[in-house]
């Protein structure tokens, strides 16, 4: 098992996924983003014609669920089978159904499993994972746990940015359902005990890769 794990927890819109991108290619780590493995089933799922919200259907899907991802923060790529579905993932389609699946205690405890045997069989020094329940259920012992927040309004302005001024409030609602329903499964917006909580309202890209490495090197 690496032993060199940063667990990084935040809600959607809080930068953590190009935060700890690029934590782990200023560390030399290898980088594991777990929402992108839910996605990836969210998409499995309604490739197969499944109703996200019917949760023995779901379940039976998993077996044949195989999903495989590179841990390289440079040209990480996500594959289901023989698709690479790196830019399908994040389609809106994806994005509805993601959290009605995520609820799902055995889709919970199956990709658990997995994110544990990818960590297990890292060969860089270190690991960057990120997710909802890292800091908490996938890798509670982990050496260094952070819960990165921001403002809702600056989440929200951040996600805009990269949006057209029409899509972006609807963009926005929809983040908001999301994290609503997945806080009911996770609790990420508060720091469990020993998680060190990293505000970035105030930050810039730069500066909270700084914290982060800085909350880092206190540790290792
Ligand atoms: O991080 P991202 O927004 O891509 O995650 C997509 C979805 O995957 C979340 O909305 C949540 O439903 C689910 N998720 C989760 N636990 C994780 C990571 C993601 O439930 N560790």
Known sequence: ???????????????????????????????????????????????????????????DSLPDFDYRVGTDPDGYHVFVGEHDVTTAIREPEVTAVVSAIARVPEVRTFLTGLFRDIVRHSEKPGIVVEGRDITTVVCPDAPVRILLTADEAVRMARRAAELTEHSAAHVGEALRRRDAADARVVDFMNAAEGVTTLDSTDLDFDQTVDAVLAVVQNVV
């Open 1 to 59: 098992m690496t032993e060199l794990v940063l667990a990084m927890d935040g809600p959607a819109g809080s930068g953590k996924s190009s935060v700890s991108k690029a934590a782990a290619r200023r560390l030399g780590w290898a980088y594991l983003d777990t929402g992108a493995a839910y996605r990836a089933l969210g998409w499995y799922v309604v490739q197969r014609g499944v109703d996200p919200t019917d949760a023995a259907a779901v379940i």
